[in-house]
């Protein structure tokens, strides 16, 4: 007892010089790069045979590291697009676009994809899990993309998720409330800056759901992951620091 209070007071001690010493050159930075996703006056259309139709008509807002925030809206006015495009997956028409402090249009198609691995994880609406890959395969596929596997993290993920006996499966081979969590599995595996979520709890029973959300929340109070769930729960929604509706293009 004597000896670990020593330990942690030296550490302590040591910490706090440090602090003092370096704190006030790096605080400028620090703070600024808190800013996860921004996004500015972002718009999106798409070609319908002859006309060009309006999705996202000017959108703006922001998200931290350690905040979460829920996006409703009806279907097909604009939540995926949305998520895509600040997942770095598609460029947006006009507006800007950052993410850990880079603005997307700013980098070439290597540093984007660089970003997306290191910083990104996306869950997206119909899973996209890799079908020639098993299940512990799929799972470990970005963590090892992005670094090296925190295996004992993994482990936690699988098991709270009820995955543990699905790992040597083939995606074909599980329901789809399965194939949906093995997904959240991979995204909360590698740890990533930026979660987007669409609909991530769309396949799965009331339990499972607030047990996916409850593993979600939990990397944010870990690691400072910004959280971005689309969702049409109100009960999911609620559990989010914030919520924006997409509505004709516009957030309200
Ligand atoms: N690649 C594309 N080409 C043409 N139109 C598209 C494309 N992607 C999306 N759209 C159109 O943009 C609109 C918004 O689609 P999006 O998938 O973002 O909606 P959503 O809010 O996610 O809907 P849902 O709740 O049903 O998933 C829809 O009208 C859709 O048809
Ligand atoms: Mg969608």
Redesign the pocket.
Known sequence: MHINFVIYFKIHVNLSKLVKSVGAIYIKPCKEFIMVLRLEGVKKS???SEEL?P?LQGVSFDLEAGHTLALR??????????LHIAGALEAADAGRVWVSGKELSQLDDGARAQLRRTDIALVF?QFNLIPSLTVAANIAFQSALSGTPDLGHIKQIVSSLGLLEQMQKYPEALSGGQQQRVAIARAIAAKPKLMLA??PTGNLDEATAENVLDQMLKLVAQTGTALMI?T?SKNIAARMNRQLH?CNGFLV
């Not at 809206?73 to 949305?82: A, W």
């Open positions: 798409f070609r319908n139709v999705v809206g009806e279907s097909g006015s604009g939540k995926s697009t949305l609406q669409d609909e689309v049409h997409l």
